[in-house]
């Protein structure tokens, strides 16, 4: 079921909510970006996700296709939420879990999680390992 969540940088400057089901699958990638950062995605649709504050504290990093937009906050450098334009799911957002300010531990433990070969483009199969991930 959907429930809107508010989630933020780690200095506030950035805030967000948007309409997550955490009992929907979120998503750990090895693709270069995510695995250096940890990113840890929830697919929102592109109407389900507002950003609330600090439009002008984010920085975009675009890379490899230059397609899909990655989101830091300029202050404290954390990526709250990347604008995915050519996913195997279309557009969408891709909202950090652990940015949710109003989601408890217990919460975050009981979401499913697809791993996914980013870093081989096989978004359909996980990678040989993920652990780390």
């Given at each position: 079921?959907?429930?809107?969540?508010?989630?933020?940088?780690?200095?506030?400057?950035?805030?967000?909510e948007a309409d997550i089901d955490l009992a929907q699958s979120s998503y750990r990638c090895n693709?270069?970006?995510?695995?250096?950062?940890?990113?840890?995605?929830?697919?929102?649709?592109?109407?389900?996700?507002?950003?609330?504050?600090?439009?002008?504290?984010?920085?975009?990093?675009?890379?490899?296709?230059?397609?899909?937009?990655?989101?830091?906050?300029?202050?404290?450098?954390?990526?709250?939420?990347?604008?995915?334009?050519?996913?195997?799911?279309?557009?969408?957002?891709?909202?950090?879990?652990?940015?949710?300010?109003?989601?408890?531990?217990?919460?975050?433990?009981?979401?499913?999680?697809?791993?996914?070969?980013?870093?081989?483009?096989?978004?359909?199969?996980?990678?040989?390992?993920?652990?780390?991930?």
């Amino acid at each position: 079921m959907l429930k809107t969540y508010h989630g933020s940088c780690h200095c506030g400057a950035v805030r967000f909510e948007a309409d997550i089901d955490l009992a929907q699958s979120s998503y750990r990638c090895n693709c270069s970006i995510c695995r250096r950062t940890r990113f840890w995605a929830a697919v929102v649709q592109s109407e389900g996700f507002r950003l609330l504050a600090g439009e002008g504290d984010l920085v975009e990093y675009l890379f490899n296709t230059r397609k899909n937009q990655h989101f830091f906050c300029k202050h404290c450098g954390v990526r709250a939420f990347g604008v995915g334009n050519e996913t195997p799911v279309g557009k969408m957002v891709g909202v950090n879990l652990t940015c949710l300010d109003d989601v408890s531990d217990e919460e975050l433990a009981q979401v499913p999680i697809t791993y996914v070969d980013g870093l081989h483009d096989r978004w359909d199969s996980a990678p040989a390992f993920f652990a780390h991930l």
